[in-house]
């Protein structure tokens, strides 16, 4: 089809000129010039030929009379970029001196003023430069004001001082003309502060960027709602804070965990038994139904008899034994929860579940046993290696199985993710 479009061109080119040519022909017209005694005659076509030839040879005396000026600009140009690309690539491999020193020089150029001031902050950030830092922000601002108040804003974050980073931000927040990594430094900034209200008022327009991932959103918005149900000062404030959620917010994980300890804290023991149970029959999950077999001391018969109904779908799940467990110990059933313990030990060792077994040992009145749980609780918090504790009663072996075979409604076995 190009061609034919090549060919078609062509064509209606040539059908122009020839039009053209017997227009002119007819009457090619008549230009006379005439200046201090001296004439010139010629037709328009000449005259109109005479000019583009005229144009085009001043054109390029006037470029080989800019051309010996030009080089120092374009050399100049030349080296200010390859300083910000070698600046750029020193900051990545964390030589923060070299960063910032070709960050600098390469400011020098004005297309490149604003972002090589930037990186030349954060290189100098990085090097504990503080006083460094602020003096190209404050060079930056002149340039691009929005990048280098995030900036700041972030330095002194990073400098511990989220107030002051909140108070940079919150004019331009409060009139909506932040960008969206402003809107981001803001909610963190705010969440260091404590001020999770201004921190969840980040949220809605750092969403309608999508400026973030999609986990990374909901990363941050997870790690904002956590902090703010965590501090509500009060159970009236606990539901109001509650309530006005959004659904798809209040069926996070770790959002319902923080409402149920706070909520059991507060003294709100049943609302957070049945956001929780709501929770789990919605979708299981091993740290909610942990949560959910801490919680008080209501109704434990009743609520070991539900998780024993949920060890048939979940027999190999390291956080239902470890409930199970803790609830036995409540009821003083000391075989049942030595049961549960050593099995969520085996499967998935935590230091709950350790925790839940010196409190065994202890209410079975064995203190040595109880000590060494209650140091493999505190080694696994620090990280460290734990102490063997035996699992079976002395001089017997211990032959119950760690995990049960799991099969799904085919009869396939299921796979331990």
Request: hydrophobic residues 50%.
């Amino acid at each position: 089809m190009k061609l034919w479009r090549w060919i078609l061109l062509l064509v209606l080119i040539a059908a122009l000129a020839a039009f053209g040519w017997h227009w002119v022909a007819e009457d090619p017209g008549y230009v006379l010039v005439r200046i201090r005694g001296w004439y010139a005659e010629t037709t328009v076509l000449a005259a109109v030929v005479i000019l583009l030839l005229l144009w085009a040879v001043l054109g390029a005396l006037w470029q080989l009379v800019r051309w010996p000026l030009g080089a120092f600009t374009r050399r100049h140009r030349r080296v200010s970029r390859r300083r910000l690309a070698d600046g750029l690539v020193a900051l990545a491999e964390g030589r923060h001196g070299d960063a910032e020193r070709d960050l600098a020089r390469a400011s020098r150029l004005d297309a490149l003023r604003g972002p090589a001031l930037l990186a030349a902050a954060e290189a100098a950030a990085r090097r504990g430069e503080t006083t460094r830092a602020r003096e190209f922000l404050d060079q930056a601002a002149q340039d691009v004001p929005p990048a280098a108040r995030v900036l700041r804003a972030s330095l002194l974050r990073r400098e511990g001082k989220p107030a002051e980073a909140v108070a940079l931000l919150a004019p331009e927040a409060d009139n909506g003309k932040l960008t969206p990594g402003g809107w981001r430094e803001l909610a963190l900034a705010a969440l260091a502060a404590g001020d999770t209200r201004r921190a969840r008022a980040a949220l809605a327009p750092l969403q309608k960027s999508s400026a973030l991932g999609t986990r990374s959103y909901q990363a941050l918005e997870t790690q904002v709602l956590v902090a703010s149900v965590a501090a509500a000062p009060d159970a009236a404030a606990l539901n109001q804070l509650w309530s006005q959620l959004p659904k798809n917010q209040r069926r996070t994980p770790a959002v319902i965990e923080a409402y149920a300890r706070r909520a059991a804290a507060l003294g709100m023991i049943l609302p957070a038994m049945d956001e929780l149970d709501s929770a789990l029959r919605r979708e299981w999950s091993s740290s909610l139904v942990q949560v959910w077999g801490a919680l008080g001391d209501e109704d434990l018969e009743a609520r070991l008899r539900r998780a024993e109904g949920w060890l048939d779908a979940h027999p190999n799940d390291a956080g239902l034994l470890l409930a199970m467990g803790r609830l036995c110990v409540k009821l003083k059933l000391w075989g049942q929860a030595r049961k549960h313990l050593e099995r969520s030990i085996a499967l998935v060792p935590s230091a709950g579940a350790w925790e839940a077994l010196a409190e065994m040992w202890t209410g079975q009145g064995d203190a040595v046993m109880a000590q060494r749980c209650y140091r493999n609780a505190l080694a696994l918090t620090r990280g460290d290696s734990v102490l063997n504790v035996p699992t079976a009663s002395l001089g017997a072996i211990d032959t119950r199985p760690i995990a049960i075979e799991d099969r799904n409604e085919h009869g396939m076995p299921r796979l331990r993710e």
